[in-house]
Every structure is written in C-alpha cells, then in structure tokens.
C-alpha cells in the first residue's frame, strides 16, 4: 500500500491537468485563504472591542458553541437553501465559505479576546495615567500584549480549515478533498491516502509563516525569548565595593 501510495505521488500524471494534485492543492489553498481573511476580517476586531470594552462577551460564548455544529450537516442544508437562490457554481462555493468561515471564527475570536483580557489592570491604568486615549491603549498596550494568543488563534483557525476544506468535495467543489471522495467512490485507496497525506502536510506548511509571524512581531519578553546574561559578561547588579 504505502509503495502504490508513493507511486502515485511521484507520478507526473498525478499532477497534471486540471484535476491532478497541484491543481487541487492550488484550489485548497485558495479555499482556505479566502475563509482566513474573511474569519479574520470579523473575528478579530469584534474580540478587540469585548477584551476592551468588556462588553459581548455573550458573542465568545456563542460563537464556541458553533464548534458543536455538524459541519458536513451544515453544509449540505445551506446549499439546499442557497441552490435556488445563486447561479452557477456560486450556489456550491458560498455555502462552503459560510460552513468554514463558522468554523474558523471561533478560534480566532476566542484567541483575540483571551489575550486582550489578559493584560495586567496595571498596564492600562499606567497607560491611561500618561495621557493615552481609550484607543491608544488598545492599539499600543492591549493589542501588542495579545500578539501571542492571537496568532494562535490563527494557527488553529488554519489547521482546522485546512482539515475541513475537504468537504468542499462533496458538494462538487475541487481541493484536496476530491482525491478521498473520488478515490473512496472508485476504490482508488492510493490516491485517497495521497489525497489525506497532502491535506496533512498543507497544514503544516501553511502553520509555519505564522510561526515565524510570532517570532517577528511578538516582543521577546512576552515569549521568554528575551536576552539573557551572558556568563562573559559581568554581573551588573553587583554591588560595585565587591563582596565582603
């Protein structure tokens, strides 16, 4: 199995034409950008204004709850409702954005908010009592404090969007997800494991530029990353007459 699975990998076939692997890696990447920045474009200034005002924090508490929601289930009960209603291929895709954008809010939401909330009383009132405005505490206390949480929350948002993408193919969209749906429908197992194998290193692909997007824009001290004292350099705190 695992030597017809690499053949299958290996082979220019594979990748060629509009259904073969770089094809349909191209669409799951697409699928999955897409949901990101519209998840992101809601999900993550409705988390800065409840960590900040405090207010809606209900919306945190809905939108986990949407977790619990059978996605495939989902999926096909909007594109029976939306089928009549869009033209063409619109009545498969907008459907699957709407399931996975549900899917990836709460994640994002979740971590903006948790990190927001998280900053110490103290950083916004020593902010507050130098003259910053409401906004600039937000935007130069809160939010660089909530880098961290953040950021994970994107990170889970892209695997599991990356994971679910694969029901695209049900409703007849193309992603990874074609190669288990059609490999199951024609007992092609080589390509249905290829097919999961793909969707499982995308993942880690496209969690890595958000891995190095931490380590750039987090500061050093919020991560433990900070410098430390090199066993070179002398002990500046030491008082200056030496021991006794």
């Known amino acids: 199995m695992i030597a017809s699975i690499l053949d299958w990998l290996t082979s220019g076939a594979s990748w060629s034409g509009s259904d073969g692997i770089l ?18 474009l809601i999900a993550i200034p409705l988390g800065l204004w409840i960590g900040h005002s405090g207010r ?7 939108a986990n709850a949407l977790r619990a929601v059978p996605t495939l289930g989902l999926l096909f009960a909007l594109t029976l409702v939306l089928l009549p209603v869009l033209p063409g291929s619109a009545a498969f895709l ?6 996975l954008v549900l899917l990836a809010v709460p994640a994002i939401l979740s971590g903006t908010y948790a990190g927001v909330e ?17 906004r600039q505490v937000l935007w130069q206390v809160e939010l660089p404090i909530a880098l961290p949480l953040l950021i994970s929350g994107l990170r889970a948002a892209v695997l599991q969007v990356v994971a679910t993408a694969t029901v695209a193919a049900y ?4 992603g990874l997800g074609r190669f288990l749906i059609d490999g199951l429908a024609t007992q092609d197992y080589a ?3 290829g097919g999961a194998l793909l969707v499982a290193v995308l993942a880690l692909v496209l969690d890595a530029p ?17 410098r ?11 008082p200056a007459g030496g021991t006794t």
């Open 23 to 40: 094809a349909r890696l191209l669409e799951h990447v697409g699928y999955t950008l897409l949901v990101l920045v519209i998840a992101a």
């Open 56 to 62: 809606g924090r209900w919306l945190v508490t809905a």
């Open 94 to 99: 907008v459907p699957s954005v709407i399931v």
């Open 118 to 134: 998280a900053v110490q009383p103290a950083a916004r009132d020593a902010a507050r009592g130098i003259g910053m405005t409401g």
């Open 171 to 174: 409703v007849g969209l193309g």
């Open 191 to 193: 390509s249905t494991a």
């Open 210 to 226: 958000f891995a190095l997007l931490e380590r750039l824009v987090v500061s050093p001290g919020l991560t433990g990353r900070s």
């Open 228 to 238: 430390s004292l090199r066993p070179s350099e002398p002990n500046r705190t030491a």
